[in-house]
C-alpha cells in the first residue's frame, strides 16, 4: 500500500512539473519574434498592480476603483493606455495608482506615467529557456526617472515593472499587438 502511494505522489508530482514547460502555439511565438525583430509593438494593459498600502486600502472601501478591483489589481478596463515601441522610440500613456514618496513638485499635469521619446541604456535579451523577451531600459520626463522592464511572453501577454525614483513601483499586465504602419494605431493578432 505504501509503494502504491508513493508511485501515485511521484506521477502526481512529474505532471504537475511538467506543465510548467508546455510549448507555446509556434505560430504565436513567430508572431512575438517578428515584431520584436521590427521593434513595431503595442501593448494594452488591462490590470494595474500597485504595492498595497494603507492608503491604496481605504481606498478600496470608498468604491473608487472599478468592479472586481482590489487595492493591489486594478482592472483598466475603459482606461485608455499604451506602451508603443516605434523603431527605437517608446511611447508611453499608462494610468498611475500608487503613493509619491517625495514630492515633485506641482505643475505636474496628471498623475499618469508619460513618455515619449529615445529611452536610455536599452538592453534587450530573449531568454530561450522560458522563450521570453526582456526589456530594461530607463527614461526621464519632466520630474523624475523611471526603470522600465517589459517582459514580452510567446503567447502574445505582458508585463511592464516601473520603478520611480519618486513614486511607489508598479506593474501592469496586458496584451502585445501589432502596430500598423499608416497611423501607428494597434491591430489585433488575429
Given at each position: 500500500m505504501k509503494t502504491l502511494f508513493l508511485i501515485f505522489t511521484s506521477c502526481?508530482?512529474?505532471?504537475?512539473?511538467?506543465?510548467?514547460n508546455m510549448e507555446v502555439s509556434t505560430n504565436e511565438s513567430k508572431v512575438l519574434d517578428e515584431l520584436v525583430a521590427q521593434k513595431r509593438l503595442e501593448i494594452i494593459s488591462d490590470w494595474?498592480?500597485?504595492?498595497?498600502?494603507?492608503?491604496?486600502?481605504?481606498?478600496?472601501?470608498?468604491?473608487?476603483f472599478p468592479?472586481?478591483?482590489?487595492?493591489?489589481n486594478i482592472s483598466l478596463s475603459?482606461?485608455?493606455?499604451?506602451?508603443?515601441?516605434?523603431?527605437?522610440?517608446?511611447?508611453?500613456?499608462?494610468?498611475?495608482?500608487?503613493?509619491?514618496?517625495i514630492s515633485a513638485g506641482f505643475n505636474n499635469k496628471s498623475n499618469n506615467i508619460e513618455f515619449d521619446?529615445?529611452?536610455?541604456?536599452?538592453?534587450?535579451?530573449y531568454n530561450?529557456?522560458?522563450?521570453?523577451?526582456?526589456?530594461?531600459?530607463?527614461?526621464?520626463?519632466?520630474?523624475?526617472?523611471?526603470?522600465?522592464?517589459?517582459?514580452?511572453?510567446?503567447?502574445?501577454?505582458?508585463?511592464?515593472?516601473?520603478?520611480?525614483n519618486y513614486r511607489t513601483s508598479i506593474r501592469y499586465r496586458g496584451n502585445v499587438l501589432k502596430l500598423e504602419e499608416k497611423n501607428n494605431t494597434a491591430v489585433s493578432n488575429n
Open positions: 502526481l508530482l512529474i505532471s504537475c512539473g511538467s506543465s510548467q494595474a498592480s500597485p504595492i498595497a498600502s494603507a492608503s491604496l486600502n481605504e481606498l478600496t472601501n470608498s468604491v473608487l468592479p472586481g478591483s482590489t487595492a493591489s475603459g482606461n485608455l493606455n499604451h506602451f508603443r515601441m516605434i523603431g527605437d522610440s517608446i511611447s508611453i500613456y499608462l494610468p498611475y495608482y500608487g503613493e509619491r514618496q521619446g529615445v529611452p536610455e541604456h536599452v538592453k534587450v535579451t530561450e529557456k522560458k522563450q521570453r523577451y526582456l526589456m530594461n531600459f530607463k527614461i526621464r520626463n519632466a520630474t523624475e526617472w523611471l526603470r522600465v522592464s517589459v517582459t514580452l511572453y510567446p503567447n502574445l501577454r505582458s508585463d511592464i515593472i516601473i520603478h520611480s
